[in-house]
């Protein structure tokens, strides 16, 4: 090979090496872009909608039997974060997480679900955090998996299970499953 044609295809790759770098960094600004978006418009449709039940709950047990129910409302916290992040996958090349709490008022428990429903004063309350996932295919945002966030038994550390775990976890005990797992997303 001479030396002109090797010393033109180096200027060549010289050349196109930077425009693939480029074309990778608009791909994933507009990845970012894309889920913030999504991020803002499900969090305002959360903030708009009104999220109440009258639901079975662990709370309402007597002597580790489920009885009763209580009213719970359900809003978001604003201060919300998430996060874009590159995968190796060409179907689905990044994944998107969006971390936020529900904020849970609820009831005293009641025999009924009338009664439950009754309630206008909810004087209890409780944070509930989520991990969701999404992952980018055919150019949108799709849910991917969910995750509860809680303290252990012994209250000092904090723990993440799959929402599939934790809603046949508490279906098989007769309970509803949590807020945040069923939300739609």
């Known amino acids: 090979m001479n030396h002109r044609l090797l010393a033109f295809l180096f200027a060549l790759l010289a050349v196109s090496v930077p425009s693939a770098f480029i074309c990778d960094e608009k791909a994933e600004q507009e990845a970012v872009n894309t889920f913030k978006r999504y991020v803002t418009d499900l969090m ?4 708009a909608e ?4 009258i639901e079975r709950h662990p709370r309402c047990d007597i002597e580790g039997v489920p009885h009763g129910y209580l009213k719970a409302t359900y809003e978001p916290d604003l201060a919300y ?3 874009v992040r590159k995968t190796d996958s060409l179907v689905s090349p990044y994944v998107g997480i969006l971390e936020l709490r529900w904020k849970e008022r609820h009831s005293d428990c009641e025999e009924t679900r ?8 909810l004087p209890y309350s409780n944070d509930l955090r989520y991990r969701y996932t999404y992952v980018f ?3 949108k945002w799709v849910p991917h998996g969910r995750e509860i966030g809680s303290m252990t038994a012994e209250g000092n550390e904090f723990r993440r299970e799959s929402c599939e775990d934790e809603r046949a976890h508490l279906e098989a005990g007769g309970y509803d499953a949590d807020f945040g797992c069923v939300v739609p997303n």
């Open 114 to 121: 009338d009664k439950a429903q009754s309630h206008s004063d």
């Open 50 to 53: 009104k999220h109440e039940r």
């Open 44 to 47: 305002a449709r959360y903030k």
């Open 137 to 139: 295919r055919d150019g």
């Open 81 to 83: 974060t998430f996060d």
